[in-house]
Protein backbone atom coordinates (compact mmCIF):
# COMPACT_ATOMS: atom_id res chain seq x y z
CA UNK A 1 0.00 0.00 0.00
CA UNK A 2 2.92 2.32 0.98
CA UNK A 3 4.33 1.90 -2.19
CA UNK A 4 1.42 2.21 -4.85
CA UNK A 5 0.89 5.68 -2.64
CA UNK A 6 4.35 6.27 -3.00
CA UNK A 7 4.32 5.87 -6.73
CA UNK A 8 1.13 7.72 -7.25
CA UNK A 9 2.80 10.72 -5.44
CA UNK A 10 6.01 10.39 -7.95
CA UNK A 11 3.29 10.22 -10.98
CA UNK A 12 1.21 13.35 -9.51
CA UNK A 13 4.79 15.75 -9.21
CA UNK A 14 6.01 13.89 -12.39
CA UNK A 15 2.73 15.47 -13.92
CA UNK A 16 2.95 18.83 -12.60
CA UNK A 17 6.66 19.27 -13.23
CA UNK A 18 5.46 18.35 -17.12
CA UNK A 19 3.00 20.65 -17.57
CA UNK A 20 4.57 23.03 -15.50
CA UNK A 21 8.49 24.04 -15.03
CA UNK A 22 8.92 24.43 -18.96
CA UNK A 23 6.29 27.33 -19.27
CA UNK A 24 8.97 30.20 -19.17
CA UNK A 25 10.49 28.43 -22.48
CA UNK A 26 6.65 28.18 -23.68
CA UNK A 27 6.32 24.28 -23.89
CA UNK A 28 4.24 23.27 -21.33
CA UNK A 29 1.19 21.35 -22.48
CA UNK A 30 -2.22 22.60 -21.41
CA UNK A 31 -5.71 23.11 -23.04
CA UNK A 32 -6.09 23.07 -26.63
CA UNK A 33 -7.92 21.19 -29.37
CA UNK A 34 -8.23 20.33 -32.70
CA UNK A 35 -12.15 19.47 -34.00
CA UNK A 36 -10.43 16.43 -36.09
CA UNK A 37 -10.31 13.24 -33.75
CA UNK A 38 -6.64 12.26 -31.93
CA UNK A 39 -5.80 8.65 -32.94
CA UNK A 40 -5.78 5.40 -30.78
CA UNK A 41 -1.78 5.92 -31.13
CA UNK A 42 0.92 8.30 -33.21
CA UNK A 43 2.62 6.45 -35.67
CA UNK A 44 6.12 5.13 -34.95
CA UNK A 45 8.72 7.69 -35.63
CA UNK A 46 11.19 5.84 -38.43
CA UNK A 47 14.86 5.48 -37.08
CA UNK A 48 16.46 8.75 -37.74
CA UNK A 49 19.04 8.30 -40.94
CA UNK A 50 22.59 7.79 -40.27
CA UNK A 51 24.69 11.33 -40.28
CA UNK A 52 27.70 10.89 -42.73
CA UNK A 53 27.96 14.82 -41.81
CA UNK A 54 31.87 15.41 -41.01
CA UNK A 55 31.18 17.61 -37.61
CA UNK A 56 35.21 18.99 -37.74
CA UNK A 57 33.78 20.72 -41.36
CA UNK A 58 31.31 23.62 -42.40
CA UNK A 59 27.97 22.71 -42.60
CA UNK A 60 26.05 23.63 -45.42
CA UNK A 61 22.30 22.78 -46.36
CA UNK A 62 21.78 19.65 -49.08
CA UNK A 63 21.64 21.07 -52.45
CA UNK A 64 18.22 20.50 -54.66
CA UNK A 65 17.82 17.52 -56.39
CA UNK A 66 19.04 17.32 -59.77
CA UNK A 67 15.86 17.09 -62.60
CA UNK A 68 16.13 16.20 -66.13
CA UNK A 69 15.97 19.15 -68.17
CA UNK A 70 12.65 17.94 -70.20
CA UNK A 71 11.02 17.91 -66.64
CA UNK A 72 11.93 21.61 -65.01
CA UNK A 73 11.43 23.73 -68.81
CA UNK A 74 7.33 24.85 -67.13
CA UNK A 75 8.89 25.24 -63.32
CA UNK A 76 10.37 28.80 -62.82
CA UNK A 77 12.10 27.53 -59.30
CA UNK A 78 13.25 24.08 -58.42
CA UNK A 79 12.69 23.10 -54.74
CA UNK A 80 14.38 21.35 -52.57
CA UNK A 81 12.51 18.48 -51.70
CA UNK A 82 13.72 15.69 -49.23
CA UNK A 83 15.22 15.59 -45.60
CA UNK A 84 16.67 19.33 -44.78
CA UNK A 85 18.16 18.33 -41.29
CA UNK A 86 18.19 15.44 -38.99
CA UNK A 87 20.03 15.15 -35.58
CA UNK A 88 20.14 14.70 -31.65
CA UNK A 89 19.31 17.60 -29.49
CA UNK A 90 19.92 17.62 -25.69
CA UNK A 91 18.40 20.26 -23.32
CA UNK A 92 19.86 21.47 -20.27
CA UNK A 93 18.56 24.06 -17.32
CA UNK A 94 19.65 25.21 -14.43
CA UNK A 95 22.80 22.85 -14.74
CA UNK A 96 20.62 20.11 -15.30
CA UNK A 97 19.84 17.29 -18.42
CA UNK A 98 16.52 17.99 -18.95
CA UNK A 99 15.80 15.83 -21.73
CA UNK A 100 17.03 14.69 -25.17
CA UNK A 101 15.22 14.95 -28.09
CA UNK A 102 16.19 13.21 -32.15
CA UNK A 103 14.19 14.49 -35.14
CA UNK A 104 13.80 14.60 -38.60
CA UNK A 105 12.86 17.66 -41.23
CA UNK A 106 11.80 16.75 -44.12
CA UNK A 107 10.56 19.04 -47.24
CA UNK A 108 7.40 17.49 -49.06
CA UNK A 109 6.93 18.20 -52.78
CA UNK A 110 4.19 20.93 -52.09
CA UNK A 111 6.31 22.42 -49.48
CA UNK A 112 4.77 21.47 -46.79
CA UNK A 113 7.57 20.90 -43.87
CA UNK A 114 6.64 18.24 -41.68
CA UNK A 115 8.52 17.47 -38.70
CA UNK A 116 8.83 14.52 -36.39
CA UNK A 117 10.71 13.75 -33.40
CA UNK A 118 11.01 11.15 -30.36
CA UNK A 119 12.45 11.70 -26.90
CA UNK A 120 13.08 11.92 -23.48
CA UNK A 121 11.93 13.85 -20.22
CA UNK A 122 14.29 13.57 -17.30
CA UNK A 123 13.33 14.42 -13.47
CA UNK A 124 14.83 14.19 -9.99
CA UNK A 125 12.22 13.76 -7.68
CA UNK A 126 13.47 13.50 -3.90
CA UNK A 127 15.93 10.40 -4.36
CA UNK A 128 14.18 8.91 -7.41
CA UNK A 129 15.44 9.50 -11.16
CA UNK A 130 12.08 9.86 -12.76
CA UNK A 131 12.17 9.40 -17.37
CA UNK A 132 9.01 10.08 -19.85
CA UNK A 133 9.45 9.37 -23.40
CA UNK A 134 7.22 11.01 -25.90
CA UNK A 135 6.62 11.54 -30.28
CA UNK A 136 5.77 14.32 -31.75
CA UNK A 137 4.94 15.22 -35.17
CA UNK A 138 4.41 19.01 -36.77
CA UNK A 139 3.24 19.86 -40.18
CA UNK A 140 3.91 23.53 -41.76
CA UNK A 141 3.14 24.79 -45.05
CA UNK A 142 5.19 26.38 -47.30
CA UNK A 143 4.80 29.48 -45.77
CA UNK A 144 6.02 28.23 -42.36
CA UNK A 145 2.19 28.36 -40.89
CA UNK A 146 1.17 25.18 -38.79
CA UNK A 147 -0.97 22.85 -39.91
CA UNK A 148 -1.15 19.97 -37.88
CA UNK A 149 0.44 18.64 -34.34
CA UNK A 150 0.82 15.49 -32.31
CA UNK A 151 2.01 14.73 -29.18
CA UNK A 152 1.82 11.72 -27.18
CA UNK A 153 3.63 11.29 -23.98
CA UNK A 154 4.24 8.17 -21.71
CA UNK A 155 5.14 8.74 -18.56
CA UNK A 156 6.98 6.16 -15.78
CA UNK A 157 4.61 2.87 -15.87
CA UNK A 158 1.88 4.88 -17.40
CA UNK A 159 1.31 7.24 -14.76
CA UNK A 160 1.15 10.93 -16.29
CA UNK A 161 0.84 9.52 -19.97
CA UNK A 162 -1.31 12.37 -22.20
CA UNK A 163 -1.92 12.62 -25.84
CA UNK A 164 -2.43 15.91 -27.52
CA UNK A 165 -3.83 16.72 -31.05
CA UNK A 166 -4.16 20.46 -33.03
CA UNK A 167 -5.17 21.50 -36.34
CA UNK A 168 -5.09 25.23 -37.99
CA UNK A 169 -6.54 26.65 -40.29
CA UNK A 170 -6.23 30.16 -41.40
CA UNK A 171 -7.35 32.04 -38.46
CA UNK A 172 -8.12 29.68 -35.79
CA UNK A 173 -6.54 26.41 -34.33
CA UNK A 174 -8.36 23.91 -32.58
CA UNK A 175 -6.62 22.16 -29.67
CA UNK A 176 -7.29 18.82 -28.09
CA UNK A 177 -5.49 17.17 -24.84
CA UNK A 178 -8.31 14.76 -24.65
CA UNK A 179 -10.41 15.99 -22.00
CA UNK A 180 -10.79 19.41 -23.29
CA UNK A 181 -11.24 21.10 -26.78
CA UNK A 182 -10.03 24.44 -26.94
CA UNK A 183 -10.24 27.08 -30.15
CA UNK A 184 -7.09 29.24 -30.23
CA UNK A 185 -7.54 32.55 -32.54
CA UNK A 186 -4.24 32.75 -34.98
CA UNK A 187 -2.32 35.41 -36.04
CA UNK A 188 -2.64 37.55 -39.05
CA UNK A 189 1.12 38.13 -38.66
CA UNK A 190 4.17 35.36 -38.99
CA UNK A 191 3.89 33.63 -35.48
CA UNK A 192 6.10 30.45 -34.01
CA UNK A 193 4.33 27.61 -32.72
CA UNK A 194 5.97 25.96 -29.97
CA UNK A 195 5.63 22.25 -28.53
CA UNK A 196 8.68 20.16 -27.61
CA UNK A 197 12.17 21.64 -28.01
CA UNK A 198 12.59 20.40 -31.45
CA UNK A 199 10.20 23.07 -32.46
CA UNK A 200 12.77 25.24 -32.40
CA UNK A 201 14.40 23.73 -35.94
CA UNK A 202 11.88 25.81 -37.61
CA UNK A 203 13.72 29.00 -36.69
CA UNK A 204 16.42 28.62 -39.68
CA UNK A 205 13.51 29.27 -42.32
CA UNK A 206 12.06 32.89 -40.23
CA UNK A 207 15.70 34.35 -40.06
CA UNK A 208 17.26 36.73 -41.99
CA UNK A 209 20.50 38.85 -42.11
CA UNK A 210 19.36 41.71 -43.56
CA UNK A 211 16.65 42.56 -41.50
CA UNK A 212 15.43 41.88 -37.67
CA UNK A 213 11.96 39.36 -37.93
CA UNK A 214 9.21 39.55 -35.22
CA UNK A 215 7.15 36.60 -34.61
CA UNK A 216 4.37 36.27 -32.14
CA UNK A 217 4.47 33.32 -29.99
CA UNK A 218 2.00 30.51 -29.39
CA UNK A 219 2.10 27.66 -27.13
CA UNK A 220 -0.35 24.87 -26.77
CA UNK A 221 -1.56 25.56 -23.73
CA UNK A 222 -4.01 27.67 -25.55
CA UNK A 223 -4.97 30.56 -23.04
CA UNK A 224 -4.84 33.83 -23.48
CA UNK A 225 -1.85 35.16 -21.51
CA UNK A 226 0.29 34.33 -24.33
CA UNK A 227 -1.60 36.14 -26.77
CA UNK A 228 0.66 39.44 -26.71
CA UNK A 229 4.35 37.22 -26.50
CA UNK A 230 6.64 37.70 -29.22
CA UNK A 231 9.99 37.35 -30.01
CA UNK A 232 12.61 39.37 -32.61
CA UNK A 233 15.40 37.25 -34.09
CA UNK A 234 18.04 39.29 -34.98
CA UNK A 235 21.02 39.06 -36.47
CA UNK A 236 23.99 39.44 -34.93
CA UNK A 237 26.84 38.27 -36.80
CA UNK A 238 29.20 35.18 -38.08
CA UNK A 239 31.14 33.31 -35.71
CA UNK A 240 32.95 29.80 -35.43
CA UNK A 241 31.64 26.92 -33.31
CA UNK A 242 33.78 24.62 -31.18
CA UNK A 243 32.70 21.12 -29.76
CA UNK A 244 33.80 21.36 -26.08
CA UNK A 245 36.65 19.33 -24.77
CA UNK A 246 37.81 18.64 -28.53
CA UNK A 247 41.24 18.80 -29.50
CA UNK A 248 43.29 21.55 -31.29
CA UNK A 249 42.79 19.98 -34.33
CA UNK A 250 39.42 19.69 -34.57
CA UNK A 251 37.70 22.22 -37.15
CA UNK A 252 35.29 24.70 -36.44
CA UNK A 253 31.95 25.04 -37.96
CA UNK A 254 30.96 27.94 -39.12
CA UNK A 255 28.19 29.68 -38.45
CA UNK A 256 25.67 32.05 -38.06
CA UNK A 257 24.41 33.84 -34.41
CA UNK A 258 21.10 35.46 -34.11
CA UNK A 259 19.56 37.05 -30.72
CA UNK A 260 16.29 35.94 -29.39
CA UNK A 261 14.83 38.07 -28.17
CA UNK A 262 11.96 39.25 -25.84
CA UNK A 263 10.37 41.15 -23.05
CA UNK A 264 11.94 38.63 -20.79
CA UNK A 265 14.71 37.54 -22.03
CA UNK A 266 18.08 37.14 -24.64
CA UNK A 267 19.09 34.15 -25.44
CA UNK A 268 21.35 33.35 -28.85
CA UNK A 269 20.61 31.10 -31.55
CA UNK A 270 23.25 29.54 -33.69
CA UNK A 271 22.75 28.51 -37.05
CA UNK A 272 24.27 26.93 -40.51
CA UNK A 273 21.88 27.43 -43.29
CA UNK A 274 18.57 25.35 -42.76
CA UNK A 275 20.17 24.19 -39.92
CA UNK A 276 19.28 24.58 -35.98
CA UNK A 277 22.92 24.05 -34.33
CA UNK A 278 22.78 25.61 -30.43
CA UNK A 279 20.46 27.69 -28.07
CA UNK A 280 21.67 29.04 -25.20
CA UNK A 281 20.60 31.64 -22.23
CA UNK A 282 22.44 33.55 -19.71
CA UNK A 283 25.44 30.91 -18.69
CA UNK A 284 26.34 33.28 -15.81
CA UNK A 285 23.07 32.44 -13.83
CA UNK A 286 22.14 29.29 -12.72
CA UNK A 287 18.99 29.36 -12.03
CA UNK A 288 18.38 30.98 -15.34
CA UNK A 289 20.63 29.33 -17.70
CA UNK A 290 19.62 27.14 -20.88
CA UNK A 291 21.00 25.44 -23.54
CA UNK A 292 19.98 23.47 -26.65
CA UNK A 293 22.69 22.08 -28.82
CA UNK A 294 23.30 19.36 -31.57
CA UNK A 295 24.38 16.34 -29.59
CA UNK A 296 25.54 14.48 -32.60
CA UNK A 297 27.55 17.97 -33.66
CA UNK A 298 28.82 18.70 -30.10
CA UNK A 299 28.47 15.72 -27.75
CA UNK A 300 29.27 17.44 -24.54
CA UNK A 301 28.17 21.33 -25.96
CA UNK A 302 30.04 23.98 -27.83
CA UNK A 303 32.10 27.29 -27.34
CA UNK A 304 32.09 30.30 -29.45
CA UNK A 305 35.25 30.93 -30.77
CA UNK A 306 35.37 33.84 -32.15
CA UNK A 307 33.37 36.44 -34.49
CA UNK A 308 34.53 36.03 -38.35
CA UNK A 309 35.39 38.76 -40.95
Given at each position: MFMRKQLALVGLVFLVIALGSGS???????????????????????????????????????PPETTPQSETQDVPQAIAVGPVDHGALVIEARGQRLGTESYTLERQENGDLHLQSQGTLNFKLVFLSVQATFVQAMTFDAQRRPLSYQLALSGPIGVGNRKISASFGASE??????????????????????????????????????????????????????????????????????????????????????????????????????????????ETDRDESFRLYRSDLFPQGFEVLSEQN
Open positions: WLWWSLGPGAPPAPLPSALPEVPPLPTSTTDTSAPLSAPGIVDDGQHQTEITLPEEPFLLLGMFSSYTILPFWARSDTPQRLKVISLRGDRRDGGTEVWVVYKGKVQLRALHASVETRAVDAEEYLLKSERFTMQLYLSGERLLGLQGD
